[in-house]
């Protein structure tokens, strides 16, 4: 008979949902993860992989799982006709989702975690036992746990938040180009900007967020700033460019309707922060140590929430907030965004704006 009660389920089996999983499997919890969708596939992302975050991935993967993926050594901002330099130190990886996803997910199988893909949850109803309500195809089933966390991404069935009438779209394709450079390039333009950083010797990933008025394809994307035209004019699509929207940049929320949320579930960072996986993981890793504290007996749920907000408040959320406010600066009229550029390309300046929008591991 199918087992369907478990310690904790993990809604959701993206980098935040999977670190969640393993780590409290790893701690004696029985866990099962649904995923709606079948994994691993191409998601619209930047594939950065911040340096905070590299340690927490090779305790989930191994460490030497993607030892050989290019190193990112420098972020560099094209607006205005100028071209601002940032350290990144010690240096980022370059890491596709495809890839990333298929390790982690794999990571929690390892562990003891329960996985169903293609199972949609439908709905969470709190109480001493919580009821998740899947579909998988024409099969219904009902699962029951102590604790639930969404990590189900920015917009789903459970993840629902008021958002702002200004609608932004996400595109990502990879592209041939020959020696690309060590660094994460970050084309701006009025109402949205491309990233591009190597992801393989003669290859790269181009991902943008823009204004739905502004652009729909990245091939619009690309004429908007006269360095990225230039750039990729000879480049080739490795596979058909693919988009997600809408995109709703919003504060973080820790817990909802009685479940944890982590990853784009808690709050949906401004990606050019290159912050985006190291929350998943770092908050998927709270989490769980929260979860397994109640799951002991050492808190209760209300605790076990208490700890995750104040860890999450303490260590993540100011990088949403130092990332808000670089976007207001790149917001400014241009003389003083000038002024601005020209000081952030300054050491140390430079580095120390870095740091500002990273997670605080510390």
């Not at 649904?34 to 998601?43: A, C, Q, Y």
């Not at 030497?64 to 972020?75: L, R």
């Not at 784009?264 to 401004?270: C, K, W």
Request: proline fraction near 6%.
């Amino acid at each position: 008979m199918e087992k369907t009660e478990y310690d904790l389920i993990v809604v959701g089996g993206g980098p935040a949902g999977a670190a969640c999983a393993t780590t409290a499997s790893r701690s004696g919890a029985s866990v099962l993860l649904l995923e709606k969708d079948k994994l691993p596939r191409h998601k619209v992302c930047g594939e950065f992989v911040s340096p905070e975050s590299l340690r927490l991935l090779g305790s989930l993967v191994g460490e030497t799982c993607f030892a050989s993926n290019p190193k990112i050594s420098s972020a560099r901002i094209f607006y205005d006709a100028k071209i601002v330099s940032l350290p990144i130190e010690p240096s980022a990886q370059s890491i596709p989702r495809f890839d990333l996803d298929a390790a982690l997910l794999q990571a929690a199988r390892d562990n003891g975690v329960d996985v169903t893909e293609r199972a949609a949850v439908h709905d969470v109803l709190p109480g001493e036992l919580f009821q998740v309500q899947t579909s998988t195809g024409k099969t219904e089933e009902i699962y029951r746990a102590r604790a639930v966390v969404n990590a189900s991404g920015r917009w789903s069935q459970l993840t629902q938040f008021p958002h702002n009438e200004e609608k932004w779209i996400g595109l990502k394709a990879h592209f041939t180009e020959n020696a690309p450079p060590d660094s994460v390039d970050l084309y701006f333009f009025e109402g949205g900007y491309c990233g591009v950083q190597a992801i393989a010797a003669n290859a790269v990933n181009a991902s943008a967020m823009v204004r739905s008025d502004i652009a729909h394809s990245l091939e619009e994307v690309f004429s908007k700033n006269p360095e990225l035209w230039r750039r990729s004019r000879d480049w080739e699509p490795l596979f058909s460019p693919i988009a997600t929207s809408p995109l709703y940049l919003r504060r973080p929320e820790t817990h909802d309707k009685g479940m944890f949320l982590v990853g784009d579930a808690a709050g949906f960072i401004d990606p050019f922060a290159g912050d985006g996986i190291s929350l998943a993981l770092h908050s998927g890793r709270l989490a769980a140590q929260s979860v397994t504290a109640f799951l002991r007996g050492a808190r209760s749920l209300a605790q076990a929430h208490q700890q995750y907000h104040a860890g999450y408040s303490k260590h993540l959320a100011p990088a949403f907030r130092n990332a808000a406010r670089i976007r207001k600066l790149l917001s400014t009229p241009r003389f003083i965004r000038s002024a601005l550029l020209g000081i952030a390309g300054i050491r140390p300046f430079s580095s120390a704006l870095v740091r500002r929008t990273r997670v605080k591991t510390g």
